[in-house]
């Protein structure tokens, strides 16, 4: 028997879902009232990349020789056609915030089981274009930052780094001169905030490490900063 306060809360739930029925965001199913987010099919069946702890791991692999990192993981692989790029399409264009909390707790989860992640002192998303940001509402990483530090409450100095160049308008350049471009994107605001401090970058899909690798570049001004990176996924 749960207290008459949980009882009120599952019977508003499924009160909730006679109208607007939750749907899993891997399969689109209905949602039973103990599931959040994810069917218990689609939770069992997520692409764990479960190599938070191995040095060099693959998302390691591409700052290799570019930026120094303490360590850096993704939680889950990425594949452009299946549940994890349904799931973070969600967050992204729909601003699904249970999606993210829910994807943030699994982060965080993570995290706090790992010994190498075990010295971050703060958490800062992979900051937009403020005209993006304007243009969209909110940030996607942001929101992933959000659910993480529901489970663990670090600090998150949110207007420490800023991205001060506009990357989307570039296609029409070359690869080379995008990929000097997304480096020189990003200025450190407060250097006293993170200096001497372990610092985690949180994106939500990795995949060529430039805006990343563009992140740790600005942060690397702070005296002292040791830079982790961690994504919800890595492609
Ligand atoms: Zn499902």
Not at 140 to 146: F, R
Request: with cysteine; aromatic share 6%.
């Amino acid at each position: 028997m749960g207290t008459p306060g949980s009882t009120l809360g599952l019977w508003l739930t499924d009160l909730w879902g006679l109208f607007v029925p939750r749907r899993c965001a891997g399969c689109d199913t209905t949602l039973m009232r103990f599931e959040e987010c994810l069917c218990l099919g689609c939770l069992e069946e997520l692409p764990r990349t479960r190599f938070h702890d191995d040095p060099g791991n693959r998302v390691e692999q591409l700052f290799q020789g570019k930026v120094p990192l303490a360590c850096a993981s993704a939680l889950l692989h990425f594949s452009s056609t299946g549940m994890v790029q349904r799931i973070l399409h969600r967050i992204k264009y729909n601003e699904d915030r249970e999606a993210a909390r829910f994807l943030g707790s699994l982060m965080a989860a993570d995290l706090m089981a790992s010994p190498r992640f075990s010295g971050v002192d703060l958490i800062l998303a992979v900051p937009l274009h403020p005209g993006k940001l304007r243009k969209r509402g909110y940030n996607q990483s942001q929101l992933l930052v959000d659910g993480m530090r529901e489970a663990w409450p670090k600090d998150n100095p949110k207007h420490a780094l800023v991205r001060t160049v506009h990357t989307a308008s570039q296609t029409k350049r070359g690869r080379l001169d995008r990929w000097r471009n997304v480096k020189d994107a990003f200025e450190l605001r407060d250097i006293d905030a993170l200096a001497g401090k372990h610092v985690l970058l949180v994106d939500d899909v990795v995949t060529t490490g430039a805006t990343i690798e563009g992140c740790a570049i600005a942060l690397q001004e702070a005296p002292g900063v040791r830079i982790s990176v961690f994504a919800a996924a890595c492609a």
